[in-house]
């Protein structure tokens, strides 16, 4: 996958961090470990830190501080049911600006095209499930 631009991961982050949260607690750096193995090794400290903080002020995420084994100690992030009510709303928001960057940009042609030919990009179904995932959860609370 070709470098995002900073613009883009700055714009993305947020939603992208609310769905890494909404599969357990983590820390900074196993996000990054993260976001790098997802294909966004451009993602530094100096954004991820910030979006997390607006994050917690925001009230979509908590913080928890652990003492370290034989080190610091780590801030571990975890996601509010105000977070997973966010996820689901933002989400939404972002699939349908997707829609309409790919119809703007003609690349829904190119997409059709690769599954004419039986190629396919998970990423919307495995979203869409855990957009399910999240609706139920939210229902159960």
């Given at each position: ?35 790098s193995a997802a294909g966004l090794p451009n993602a530094k400290a100096a ?95």
């Amino acid at each position: 996958m070709p470098e995002v631009s900073s613009a883009w991961l700055r714009a993305a982050l947020p939603l992208c961090l609310l769905g890494m949260l909404e599969r357990g607690e983590s820390y900074g750096y196993a996000l990054l470990q993260e976001l790098s193995a997802a294909g966004l090794p451009n993602a530094k400290a100096a954004t991820l830190y910030p979006a997390l903080t607006r994050l917690e002020e925001e009230g979509a995420v908590d913080i928890r501080w652990s003492a370290g084994e034989g080190g610091p100690g780590r801030k571990y992030y975890s996601l509010t049911d105000a977070g997973r009510e966010r996820l689901v709303v933002e989400y939404r928001a972002w699939r349908d600006f997707d829609d309409v960057v790919t119809a703007l940009s003609g690349a829904g042609d190119r997409r059709e095209h690769r599954r004419e030919l039986g190629e396919h990009d998970g990423s919307h179904a495995e979203a869409e499930a855990r957009e399910a995932g999240v609706r139920e959860a939210g229902a159960d609370a």
